[in-house]
């Protein structure tokens, strides 16, 4: 096609991006109307938020342009922060629980399998006083279990939420979903025993729920054990922050 045969619209593209590159160099081609520009993709993250004090070695692992979670009233030493400047580290600190012990927003999720019990977790969870948001299922029509145990696990992940709860039919396969996003350490419980255990002993950020396993009762029980478990003491820390050095091998 000739010069003089190109619509007029596309020559007027030519003609401002010729005039963009004398001015400033190489420029990336308008793109055409209606065209959308593909979202990036987010940077891996790492999870430190276990850790009172943040060092260099703490970031040293961590990719570059790659993102680092780290409590809220944590220490990042000067040797950290040289590094994470140079390695141009995106830092999010994470939200603590309040004075009272209770987490200010929980990311709640479900699939088909796992909607009737999820209502009735939103129920609670406005009777206890905290805050959720809903990834949904908000049906009971079939769906796919990944998708929601990992949106809900994501927003845990990159501290929009503090917690999460998902559930589905045996809370299994979420569990599995949630514990593949860097920085979740999701736990299926099943009674309050275990509830306490996944927060006290392994740091739980993430409770998945099997709906067709257990009854709207005991789902109350082991939701108010698992939420009113904080981490436990410095012996437990150390054991977590191995799980997480474990995680970030496999993130380079």
Known sequence: MSESQKPEREQVRELVREALESKLGHVNPIPPQGATTPEPTPAPAVDESVKDVITELDVRDVP??????????????PSAQDTIRERRIQLTRRRRSTATGKRRLIAVGADHGGYEMKEQLKQLLAEL???YRDFGTFSTEAVDYPDFA???????????????????GAGIGSCMTANKVPGVRAAMCYDE?????????????VLTLGGKMI???RMREV????????????????RVAKITAIERQYLK
């Open 64 to 77: 570059e342009g790659g993102r680092l979670l780290i409590r809220e009233d944590a220490i990042v030493t």
């Open 129 to 131: 006083g905290y805050h």
């Open 150 to 168: 990992h949106a809900t696990a994501r927003a845990v992940a990159d501290g929009v939420c503090d917690l999460g709860i998902i559930v589905d």
């Open 193 to 205: 025993a275990t509830a306490r255990n996944s927060r006290e002993h392994n740091y739980a950020n």
């Open 215 to 217: 009854s709207p009762e």
């Open 223 to 238: 939701v108010r054990a698992w939420l009113g478990t904080e981490p436990g003491e410095e012996r437990h820390r150390k």
